[in-house]
């Protein structure tokens, strides 16, 4: 509060960003140093903005908490770099069709679920953003791991079956090859 004081004092409008570092104590305590300033959006700034629009909610600064526009308090997990090599050739629809199927997309009744970004990295990087939103922390928690649960579990191939690749039934050529 003290930092966003002084910053408004001198001026500075909108969001700013303070980075941390914190290093343990050999008695156990926490020793936290502000070490930059940021006056611009950063990184948290897409997921809670996600939320807010999504729930119409707004940040309670006495208690820290979210709340949706019911007065319920609304928590997120949130990531912009879920990566494997196994997600690389997804597209986009194939991602909706897997968080469908897995009952993980955000659903606006219930104001919890799944919303994703940076999807334009999937196909050829196997990378992607998401952001997910529950009734509680761990219910946030619990649809974060089922998405990375459904998204691993459609994408690994089952090399222990018989699995094989259909004969075609038309014969391909072209430039001359056979």
Known sequence: MRVGARLAAKGALERFG?????????????????????????????????????????????TGLFYNQQGCPKYYIATDNLHKESYTG?????????????HLHFNSTTETGTVFHLIGCLSEFGKLGLTSIGNSPNEAEAIYNGVIAALDSETQADLSSNFSLPVPTFRNTWNGLK
């Open 18 to 62: 303070l980075d941390f570092i914190a290093v343990r104590q050999p008695n156990g305590e926490w020793d936290l140093q502000a070490i930059e300033i940021n006056l611009r959006k950063g990184g948290t700034t897409h997921p809670f903005m996600t939320l807010k629009l999504l729930t119409y909610g707004r940040y309670d600064l006495a």
């Open 90 to 102: 997804l597209i986009p629809s194939d991602l909706m069709d897997i968080i469908a199927q897995h």
